[in-house]
């Protein structure tokens, strides 16, 4: 069956689909991508916090990580805010439409989106040391995976491509917290290595001429 095209349109090839990790590497590189109702939420955030909480974990210090370790509590948080307010936009007006005044209406709105607002939670030194703080994220997040994956869902198909930017947008933010932390952890894992290598004990002369095949 042919297709028939209207003067002056054009014919856009959909962009392929790709796994998760993919769509991740795409994301960091601000590669085009399209977000179906199969993209998990939690599966993303484990994907990118748990390594990072066994690195921490192995450091000889963690402690001094937690500044790192807090500013990606926040961008997860900041993130389901904002997803949530995009996910329940419709679903919220609907609940209060039935609201006789607007500044009701407005409260009404406000105090719905104060209960559904994720709060970063705080982690300890020994949080940091058992690792347990990415399984902590990752929870805050379940509640709003279905949520996001039905919204994806629901998304026209010409008006897909804007909505999978508005959740790349707010990934964004916990994609610069992760690698920032990814960068602190390799540098201290190179200092550590310098330091080692610096400080190798000189081989003794036995050693040297046990090398040589010299008897001490």
């Known amino acids: 069956m042919k297709l028939a095209f209207r003067r002056g349109e054009r014919m856009t090839a959909p ?24 993209f998990d939420l939690t599966v993303e955030l484990e994907t990118i916090t748990a390594p990072l909480a066994l690195r921490v974990a192995a450091d000889p210090v963690p402690a001094v990580l937690i500044g790192n370790v807090s500013d990606l509590s926040d961008a997860v948080a900041a993130c389901l805010r904002e997803l949530g307010e995009l996910f329940a936009a419709d679903t919220d007006q609907a609940r209060v439409r039935h609201l006789a005044s607007e500044e009701d209406r407005a409260r009404a709105l406000q105090l719905l989106r104060s209960r559904r607002a994720a709060s970063a939670p705080d982690f300890t030194a020994a949080d940091l040391g058992a690792g347990t703080w990415a399984a902590a994220l990752v929870a ?7 949520p996001l994956s039905d919204y994806l869902g629901r998304v026209r198909p010409d008006s897909i491509v804007s909505a999978t930017s508005v959740v790349e947008a707010s990934l964004r933010g916990v994609d610069r917290a992760a690698i920032s932390l990814e960068r602190r952890l390799d540098r201290r894992a190179a200092d550590r290595e310098l330091f080692a290598t610096a400080h190798t004990s000189a081989p003794t002369v036995e050693d040297q001429l046990a090398e040589l095949g010299v008897a001490p």
Do not use: I
């Open 15 to 38: 962009l392929p689909m790709f796994d998760q990790d993919e769509q991740r590497r795409r994301r960091r590189h601000w590669l085009p991508n399209v977000l179906t109702d199969e």
């Open 140 to 146: 805050l997040a379940e509640p709003s995976a279905a």
